[in-house]
Structure formats: C-alpha cells, structure tokens
C-alpha cells in the first residue's frame, strides 16, 4: 500500500473561469492510498482502519482496476459469518460500482460535469486519477472538487464584474459561453419524472407533476428537482437564488451538487433545509460574495397519506383541495422559521405536514410568477396569483400551467415576465386506504 500525505490544493492560483484551459489535476490529489487487487478483505480492512480514507485504489501493479469502499467492507465482514465467508476473497470481488476514473489530461468542463452528474450513493465516491496507460497518479475526494467548482464559479463572478471595459470586445465569446451554460443548467433539471408504483407510465401514476421552466436571460437562478424518496413517496425541491443572470445560476449550479450530496435526508424536509443551509452557509463564509437563496421543499407520500414541507423563506405554494372546493395557500407558518439560505448558519428548520387527498393539487412557483406589474404599474401579488388560481380549479396538470402563464401575461403591462420564472404542479390521482392506485386496463 502507498500512503501519502495530502497536499495542499493551489486552486487560488487560477485564473478567470473563460481562460483556464486546462488543470494540474495531480496538484489536487488528496491521497494515494492503494492495495493490490489479490489483497484479501481482511487485511484490507486492517489497511482502512489504519487510515482515515473512505476509498483506495484496487491495482494490478500499477493498473488501476477499480476502487474500494471503506463502509462496503465493514458491512460485508461485520456481518454474522460475515469475516468467516470474506475475509480471505480478494478485494477485485468487491469493488464498487462504475467508479469515475479521469485522465490526467482531461479537461475542467468535462470533469467537473461528469462529476456532479453522479447520483446516489456513488456522488460521494472518490475520484480515479489516472494517466495515458491508466496508472494510478492518485484519489481526488468530491470535497475538494465541490471547493474547485465554488472557487471557479466565485472568482469567475468577481473578475465578471472588475473587468465591464472588456464586455465589448469579449461579447461574443461570452454570449456562447452563457448559450453552452444554458444547454448544461437545462440538461441538470429532472430529465425523467418519477411515479407512484414506480413501474408505471406518467399518465397512470397516482402522482403527477408538471413544470414550466423560462429563465429571464440565457441562464437562471431558479432550479427545482423531483425525486424518487420510496416506492410510495417523492420529493419537489424548488429554490430561487438571489437575482438573475450568471451569479444567480453560478450559486444555483453549487446548489444543486449540495442537494445530490443530502438526498438521503429529503424524507424530512425539514432536516433537509438544515442540512443545506449548514453546507451553504460554510460555502460563502470567507467569500466577499453576498447571496442568499429561497427553498421549499414538498414530500407527497401516498403511503402515509400526507403532504410533508419545510419552507425556507419562499412563496407559499397553493393548494388545490377539489373535494371541499377550496383554494388557498400552505400554511408555511409552521414551517417557516429558518429564513433564506445562507444567511445564518445553525439554524433548524421545522417540518409541517397536511392531509393529502385524492384529486388534490399543489401549485410551487418562484416569485418570478407574481412579481410583476400591470398597465397600472401595480403588483400581481400573491394575492391576485391566489385568484387566478382559484378560477382555474377545474383545470389540471398542463393545461393548468398554461392557462395561469397566459392569464398572469395578461395581467402583464409589457406581456412578459420580469425574472425567471419557475412553475411546478403536483396533481394527485385517486388513491385510497393510502396506497397508490392502479387504473384498470
């Protein structure tokens, strides 16, 4: 086994995010723990409990092979009979899966993509280090790539703003960089939605979901994600970064990459938003950048027969009960200390919980969708958002979000929006004894 010190990672040194062409990978190696591929578990384990390592490298020679997780051993030998069974079986049995090995030589952009593309539990893994003939140069931990993806985004925000005399004769090359950011933040909102039973069409789930997307300019602030928590229940996340443009969908691109790093939590909205705040607040401190962003995130548990939700300073959502006829907002009081992200660290943000019933709905926007002015230069308003809502109670799904974006343009003195603009609805279907239902066929 080869055991080295961490170095220290020199990511200050770089320069604007537009001119970096390419990055001194081994300077960002946090160590390059390794055993060979015929190492039996036992004395693998022993090499971990020496560390304080959460993967190593499994090598032929110098080869890599794949990689090896410090939890995924102990569980396999601190089974019953586990260490009788495994302890002598080589450690190439039992590897993770589809590892995330980059070459040496390989670009920032394509890196740092593939890397915050991960899912589950394998967004954690360390990442392979490779050269041309795929030795083994060294482990990069996803801490220190979430840190060279916030320095780059920082710094690439602060040079934006200290360099407005080179706008002109760099507008071009910018206006592409922000088409090709636009491609990659639309590609990062939920491609596949989720339903309940899991193996179902969207059209027979007994929860469907909805979304209108627009940001103001070629990039947004605002995000949301859907998820599946368990085969009776699934997660909305919508958030709204401060402002528009490239800084606002700078800090919602770190965002996300915390949401995929806490996913595990999502069951508890509440103990999400804290989590995400704790993680946000740690990202900003030291930075002279001053943001915030807004959340809320929504549980639709079929199973338990509920609506879960924690509000972290964002627009209550509207909630559509067809059975009574009733049309009104979530009561975010009980869910609403905590205040913006980012703002205060330490702080715990409370779950508050409905009923959830066949044919409800939920309706989750930023507030892109109600701040804007009429011919009297007056507000929508939540209000009169409320209203519009109301009076479209017997539409669902699409037709309802597009019948609330034409009504509130409407109401627009200029016909358009003036901020990003992100609409999701939730609809359920018929369910009953809290179990999700099958159409008949």
């Not at 933040?185 to 039973?197: K, Y």
């Not at 209108?212 to 990039?219: D, E, K, N, Q």
């Amino acid at each position: 086994m080869s055991d080295l010190e961490t170095g220290q990672n020199p990511i200050g040194l770089m320069e604007s995010i537009s001119e970096i062409g390419s990055i001194d990978w081994e300077a960002l190696v946090d160590h390059r723990t390794c055993v060979q591929q015929n190492e039996d578990l036992a004395s693998v384990q022993e090499k971990f409990r020496q560390t304080n390592v959460s993967f190593m490298a499994v090598l032929d020679r110098q080869r890599v092979v794949g990689l090896c997780a410090r939890h995924e051993i102990a569980m396999r030998l601190g089974s019953q009979y586990g260490f009788a069974l495994f302890g002598r079986t080589p450690v190439r049995d039992h590897l993770v899966a589809q590892p995330l090995s980059i070459n040496v030589k390989q670009g920032w952009s394509d890196v740092l993509q593939r890397v915050f593309l991960r899912t589950g539990e394998s967004f954690n893994q360390d990442v392979l280090l490779v050269d041309d003939r795929c030795a083994f140069l060294g482990l990069i931990s996803v801490q220190t790539l979430v840190r060279l993806q916030t320095r780059l985004l920082m710094q690439s925000i602060v040079e934006l703003e200290q360099k407005q005399d080179e706008i002109g004769r760099r507008n071009q090359q910018l206006t592409e960089d922000l088409r090709m950011a636009r491609e990659v933040q639309l590609a990062m909102l939920p491609r596949t939605l989720p339903t309940i039973p899991p193996d179902v069409a969207q059209d027979a789930s007994a929860v469907r979901i909805f979304s209108h997307y627009a940001p103001f300019g070629l990039v947004s602030g605002d995000f949301f994600d859907v998820f599946p928590i368990s085969d009776t229940a699934i997660a909305v996340f919508i958030a709204d970064v401060m402002g528009h443009g490239v800084q606002a969908a700078l800090v919602m691109a770190m965002m996300r990459a915390l949401i995929q790093n806490h996913r595990e939590e999502a069951a508890d909205p509440g103990r999400l938003l804290t989590a995400l705040n704790g993680d946000f607040c740690d990202m900003l401190r030291g930075s002279s950048l001053s943001t915030f962003a807004s959340a809320f995130s929504l549980v639709i548990d079929v199973g338990a027969g509920e609506f879960r939700y924690a509000n972290a300073g964002h627009p209550c959502p509207i909630h559509l009960c067809r059975q009574t006829g009733q049309v009104m907002h979530l009561d975010c009081v009980q869910s609403s200390n905590g205040g913006v992200l980012g703002v205060r660290p330490g702080v715990n943000y409370r779950t508050g919980s409905i009923e959830l019933r066949a044919r409800d709905a939920v309706v989750l926007f930023t507030d892109g969708l109600f701040e804007i002015r009429g011919q009297d230069s007056e507000l929508l308003g939540q209000e009169r958002l409320l209203a519009l809502v109301e009076s479209n109670v017997k539409q669902s799904g699409q037709a309802l979000i597009r019948d609330l974006i034409n009504r509130v343009q409407d109401f627009s003195a200029q016909g358009q929006f003036e901020d990003d603009v992100c609409l999701v609805t939730v609809e359920i279907g018929e369910i009953a004894a809290g179990e999700p239902h099958r159409p008949s066929t």
